[in-house]
T-cell receptor
Framework: GAVVSQHPSRVICKSGTSVKIECRSL??????MFWYRQFPKQSLMLMAT?????????EQGVEKDKFLINHASLTLSTLTVTSAHPEDSSFYIC??????????????FGPGTRLTVL | QKEVEQDPGPLSVPEGAIVSLNCTYS??????FMWYRQYSRKGPELLMY????GNKEDGRFTAQVDKSSKYISLFIRDSQPSDSATYLC????????????FGKGTMLLVSP
């Protein structure tokens, strides 16, 4: 079956530094990728939707200058948390679909990246 | 009132029990309903997808949607320790993953 990987699985960084998280579709071409954030015991919250070669669509309340998303190829999307602060500590999860992200597509989730900002 | 309410649990049951997981919602426009299973420190995986009202069965899992009561359920028959996970409900008024609203998830613990 289709696999989505994320790297790194866990990262600890100092406040003020930038962190890049990679999301790769290993055996399929992902037209659409989604980035989520999940705080402990909270809902999965969509941060942004990205399509290969175009700018990401950010959800309301998500700072696009802080959470930079690049979907440069059909198999790779990156999320960069710029000038990270302790409140950015969370579980970041990506997912991917072959098509435009409607329910007729299957959505494949990555295993997530645990970010801890000291 | 939050759009989607889900009891966080934990819900502890013995192996073989029938498990009932539930969500309530306030947005009457929701018509797509999903249940995800998420193991600790992993991404979610889709278990069940239902459109509009009614029941849907897949193996040991049954999803029910009662739109008149704004209430959805997931039943797990013959629960196994491997079912121990967090179960998230999600729903949408439109047929796109970017429009899903998730519940907080219910942690299920099945003891052998």
């Amino acid at each position: 079956g289709a696999v989505v990987s994320q790297h790194p699985s866990r990262v600890i960084c100092k406040s003020g530094t930038s962190v890049k998280i990679e999301c790769r579709s290993l055996d399929f071409q992902a037209t659409t990728m989604f980035w989520y954030r999940q705080f402990p015991k909270q809902s999965l919250m969509l941060m942004a939707t990205s399509n290969e070669g175009s700018k990401a669509t950010y959800e309301q309340g998500v700072e696009k200058d802080k959470f930079l998303i690049n979907h440069a190829s059909l198999t790779l999307s990156t999320l960069t948390v710029t000038s990270a602060h302790p409140e950015d500590s969370s579980f970041y999860i990506c997912s991917a679909t072959l098509g435009p992200g409607t329910f007729t597509d299957t959505q494949y989730f990555g295993p997530g990246t645990r970010l801890t900002v000291l | 009132q939050k759009e989607v309410e889900q009891d966080p649990g934990p819900l502890s049951v013995p192996e073989g029990a029938i498990v009932s997981l539930n969500c309530t919602y306030s947005n009457s426009a929701f018509q797509y309903f999903m249940w995800y299973r998420q193991y600790s420190r992993k991404g979610p995986e889709l278990l069940m997808y239902t459109y509009s009202s009614g029941n849907k069965e897949d193996g040991r899992f049954t999803a029910q949607v009662d739109k008149s009561s704004k209430y959805i359920s997931l039943f797990i028959r013959d629960s196994q320790p491997s079912d121990s996970a967090t179960y998230l409900c999600a729903m949408s008024a439109n047929s796109g993953y970017s429009t899903l609203t998730f519940g907080k998830g219910t942690m299920l613990l099945v003891s052998p």
